[in-house]
């Protein structure tokens, strides 16, 4: 039997009530997607003649996060395209004139040795100061770092956000 309010309402209806005001406050609360994608890359020298330098190519997986979110963990692999082995040293992300390193359980991960003509995923964690949109409110940058017999050097990779539904 069910117990009738004053106004004539059950108190299964309220609650059913309550419970929509309360997903409909949930829903408001949220904040909308973006991607952080890849745009473009390069390799820069730090010790040697460019000419000289092993190239590695880098693929950064297009992501997808709320506006808030404080975490940016792509999916990265690494491509060793010259034909000698190369170790990867570190990874940083460049946005905005903050550099932020990568971890905290990714720098037990490095340094990593790439073999020549060698692919591998890359571990890569970054706790953000603030939410992605606001940190990605320009491109940022993707270095990492690496070394071989020829000297040391990074990739330059650029990221940007993009709307929910980019590639």
């Known amino acids: 039997m069910k117990e009738v309010t004053v106004v004539g309402r059950t108190q299964d209806h309220i609650s059913v009530q309550i419970l929509i005001v309360l997903v409909l406050i949930l829903l408001v609360g949220c904040d909308p997607g973006m991607t ?4 473009n890359s390069s390799i820069e020298s730090e010790s040697a003649a460019a000419t000289t330098m092993p190239k590695i190519s880098v693929d950064v997986k297009t992501t997808s996060h709320l506006i808030g979110q404080k975490l940016y963990d ?9 034909d000698v082995p190369v170790t990867i040293t570190s990874i940083e992300l460049v946005v905005g004139g903050t550099t932020f390193q990568n971890g905290p359980y990714a720098v037990n991960d490095y340094p990593v040795n790439l073999t020549a003509h060698g692919t591998i ?14 940190i990605f409110e320009k491109p940022g940058e993707l270095r990492i770092h690496y070394c071989s017999q020829q000297g040391s050097g990074f990739a330059r990779i650029t990221v940007a956000r993009g709307p929910l539904n980019a590639r």
């Open 121 to 134: 995923p890359l571990g890569v964690y970054f706790s953000l100061s603030d939410g992605v949109s606001k």
């Open 74 to 82: 792509p999916h990265v692999t690494a491509t060793n395209l010259s």
């Open 36 to 39: 952080v994608r890849q745009m």
